[in-house]
Each structure stands twice: as structure tokens, then as C-alpha cells.
């Protein structure tokens, strides 16, 4: 195996070269203790960076066993090094220095959330941890003339110094050691309320202190100042928990059942739900959010003009069109705000949801609510329409789904909510009596006069993916998949977290054709067709088994992928334009 030294050689002896000489640089180097493979060599320096892997063994990390010892401790452990990488990169090649992406080195760099990667990976062995960093490395031009020296310094010096900085846990230092074990102790904290949630009966989480609001609408980062005003949970609502660190954290649960937060505007209620929205996953100590907490499988649903639905059953909510039309197995290529509203709430509901998170500011107003005045013009066997608020409590009753919804124009729903809960200045308080009494004596209605029998939802049997034509899915942005020559559109799916999640999810419907074209078979040596949740399933298993490197269509360095939830590779095949369903 070649050494730094001779790669340095050979890289400087192709200064001036034509660019594509730097693919012979392909193959595997012994950089110092460290392991270097070049995957991938880019075409010209305007094509996507290079793809490198430097690895280290148990022998060479030094990472304690304890660091690796379980699935949701490497997961923390290897985010913190990613961080850490993503840091040294910056300050150690901060801006291309020629053509292109010339020597840039990027990692992959995460948000806000504590995630499952494959940037870095920490791996078991031999009673310590082997890790490798995967990265992407632009390799230094001029026009498309090779800048040999440069080329030599970045992948012999740069790299060397990156991997001792970040790879090596004796090298670290007690202080950065010291952050590594808080990182993981606070992943497992917020691991433990997770999983209590349903045994407390609780949807939810917000710690006291913790800190909403962001910086912008285009930043997650949290606000800072003298305006932020801290979390504070109402009496009434106040829980704790003793967590695995010694700890106690107290804060609001949010109980099971049908929750409306309410407030004037700007006040703070949707960026409660915003938090709750994303407190699907861990994230980062100082992220302000660190202790807001939901159940993992609560989906945000919203109105989405002009998606397309295939086969769903939305008849518990949109029946008797004047067109004739089967809501019972529901299709059409541009829906509507209420129709594709319905059927969001209906494939979160079969992929498994137990919560629903929805904004009235997102939602369709006809799919939510009909007032009085609207019922004595237009009779109900006219209105095709049934609204939201006659269905939320038959989807708990029946189906235990949990509602938390924002709404600040209209009190529709105080009839049939468990818990509201005012916003005034980002403090929360508890006004379910208040509410309550205002809704008695608006209309005289009970709670229990808002449930109609709800029909299960799930009207397909089977569901036919397709192929993407032989090419991997592509994927523009955080929001956009482009599979078998159509634009998937996931922009309305804000529990996406970023380009590297969709990524993931973008390959997994690479792999999900063939899992569906699979028989499922039954009792009596029958056979039945594999269903998408099946077909999900499995895909999220052989990750379990095999990592998110399994996605990947690549040898080596497989890309920079974020583990997606189930709910979003559901997302993802409803929003297929070309999918095929059957009853």
C-alpha cells in the first residue's frame, strides 16, 4: 500500500496536467496511522468534490468502550466528532483555492438535530471503536490544469492533521472529552423522556427555560437577547423527570387527547408547535429545544394545493360530490386545499401516526371547521364536506390519535378539546375551564355530540412504485426528489430536516420497487401483494442490520445520508405522480 509520502510524489508530479489525471489517484493510501481511500475522483473541478474515506482502528481512536457501547451512544458520539470535523475542515481549508471546488473539504455538516449519519460512522471492535469519516474533497485546478503542490499539501497534510484532530480520542483533550460525554449523556436523557411519553400519557414535552423562538424565518438557530423569553409551564400541566445523568427536568407534558393552543398572532403559538414539530429528534445541548421532546411517530399536517393522491380513502372526511366520484379510493393529480389535506391526514394516520400536529395558518379552512351561519345557508346534505373538528375526537375514540392544534382565529374546537392552552408574550397558561364555558354558552353543545363513526382509513390493498429508468434518484434540496423522470415535491413535509434526510429517502425508493413486487404470503399457502408499510418496514430494518450505508448506490463512500422516520418514506410514494394503487 502506498504511503503519504509517495502520494505526495505522484500528486506533485502532475502539476499543469489535464484535470482528469487525477483519477489515477484512485485507491487506498497509508496516511501516518490513518487509512485513506479515494472512491471517487471528480471529473473536472466543477463536478461534485472528490470522495475520500480516512478511517482509524480501535488501536489508533483510543475511544473507550463505554463510547461505543450502545446504538444511540455511537450515534451521539459519532455527531460529535462530525461537528468537530466540521469545524477543523473550515479553519483548515476554508475556501476554494482555485477553479471550482478546489481544495474544499466538506463533511456533510449536520443542523441542529442529533442524528443517525453516514458522514461518520463509529463502529465496535475489539473492545474499543473503529471510526471513518467520509469525506468530500476538492482537488485543487487552475482553469482545468492540475495544482499539483496544492494537491499534495491538501491530501497529505490537510487530511493527516484533520484525522489526528478529530479521530484520535487521546488527542482531544479533557476538555473537548469532557463535552463528548456530556453530548452523549444528553442524547440518552432525552432518549428516556421519549420513550416515557406513553407510559406518563403524555404526546409531548417543553421543558422550563427552554428557548422557542428562532433567529429568522430562515434560520434554525435559537433566538438570542434580551427579548427571548424563556419557557415556563403552567401549574396545572407541570410534570418532571428523573433522568438516567442524576438530573431532575421539569417542564409541561402535554397529555393525550385533543390539546388547542390558542394566543393572539405573533404571540408564540405556532412556534410552540413548530418546536413539538421538531421535537421528533434529539438535538444539540444550546440548541434551546434541547428538552422539547415529542413522541416520534407525531406528523405535521397541512394543506397542500396541488399535490397529487392516489388511491386514498378520504370519505371519512369528503363524500357525495356532486361529480359522483368515490371518496372511498380517492385519486386526482392537483387537489385541492381541503382534499389533500384530508388525504395527508389520512396517510400519516396509516403510516402509523399517533400524533397530528396542525395550524390553522396551514390548513384549509373549509376542511377545519363550518359555523353556524354557513350550516343555515347551505344544508348538510349539500356540503360534501366534513370538517375536521366533527372527526378529532373519533380519531382519538376509535383510532388513538392524539391532536395538537393551533388556532387563532376561531374557537371552533374548544367543544372537543381535552387541554387549551393560551400564548400571550411566548408564556403558556392553562384555560380549558375558561374555553369550556365560552363554548357551553356559545352554542349549548356537548363534546360527546362531535363523534360520528369514522371509518378505518387505508383503502389500497397494494401500491406500485415503479422504476426510476436505471438512474439513482436525485434530490434538489431539503424539498425536492427527482425519481423516474418526475419531480417529487416534499416541501410541505417540514419534518424533513435536510438535504442529506431526503437524500436517504430519495434512495430507499430506489430499493422499494423490489421489496413491493414481493408476495406476502398467508395461512393456506396463499399469497397476497406486499403493502408500503410492509415494504417500508423492511427497508428500515435492513438499515437496523446493515446502516444507511445499505441505501447507497456507491462503493465506498456511500454519500452523505440522515436517517429518515418511516412517516417521511410514506410522504415521499404518496406524493408520487406515477404511483399505481389497487383496492
Known sequence: MRDAAALGRVVAQMDGQSYGAYKRLAGSYQ???FHLDI??????????????RLSASPAQTRLPARLARDALTRTAVADFLLRRLAQAARRLAPRPTGTGSSGIVTTGEPGQEVLERTSIVVTPEGGGARVEARLEVGLPASGRRIRGREAARLLTDVLLQLAEETLVYTNLGHQAQDAMDAHV??????????????????????????????????????????????????????????????????????????????????????TLLRALERGVYPHVAGD???????????????????????????????????????????????????????ANLVEAVDAGASVLLIDEDTSATNFMIRDEQMRAVIPVDQEPITPFVERVRPLLTERGVSTVLVAGGSGAFFDVADHV????????????????????????????????????????????????GGKPAKVRGRGSILYGGDTIDLAAVPQLVDAAQTQAVAWALDRLPGLLDRAASLPGGTSRPTTLSEAVDAVLRRIDRDGLDWLSPYRGHPGHLTRPRRHELHAAVNRYRRLDARQ
Do not use: C
Not at 427571548?228 to 433522568?243: G, I, K, N, W
Not at 417542564?251 to 394566543?263: D, F, H, L, Q, S
Open 185 to 270: 449523556e444528553l442524547a440518552h436523557d432525552q432518549d428516556y423522556i421519549r420513550s416515557s411519553l406513553p407510559q406518563r400519557g403524555l404526546v409531548a414535552f417543553v421543558g422550563d427555560g427552554a428557548v422557542l423562538p428562532r433567529r429568522s424565518g430562515d434560520s434554525d438557530l435559537p433566538l438570542t437577547g434580551a427579548t427571548v423569553v424563556p419557557f415556563a409551564s403552567p401549574p396545572s400541566l407541570r410534570t418532571a423527570f428523573d433522568l438516567p445523568s442524576g438530573r431532575r427536568i421539569e417542564g409541561m407534558g402535554i397529555p393525550e387527547g385533543v390539546t388547542v393552543i390558542i394566543g393572539g398572532g405573533y404571540h408564540g403559538k405556532s
Open 39 to 52: 472512491d471517487h475522483v471528480q471529473v473536472d473541478p466543477y463536478a461534485p468534490p472528490s470522495r475520500m
Open 288 to 342: 434551546g429545544r434541547e428538552w422539547v421532546v415529542t413522541r416520534p411517530d407525531a406528523v405535521t399536517v397541512r394543506a397542500e394545493d396541488g399535490r397529487a393522491v392516489t388511491g386514498v380513502d378520504i370519505s371519512p372526511f369528503i363524500s357525495n360530490l356532486p361529480s359522483g366520484t368515490d371518496t372511498r379510493f380517492f385519486s386526482t393529480t392537483n387537489a385541492s386545499g381541503s382534499t389533500s389535506q384530508a
Open 421 to 468: 392552552i393560551a400564548v400571550n408574550h411566548y408564556r403558556p397558561s392553562d384555560v380549558t375551564r375558561e374555553a369550556r364555558e365560552v363554548a357551553g354558552a356559545a352554542s349549548g353543545s356537548s363534546r360527546a355530540a362531535a363523534g360520528a363513526a369514522l371509518p378505518a382509513p387505508g383503502a389500497r390493498r397494494s401500491v406500485t412504485l415503479g422504476r426510476s
Open 31 to 33: 496516511l501516518g496511522p
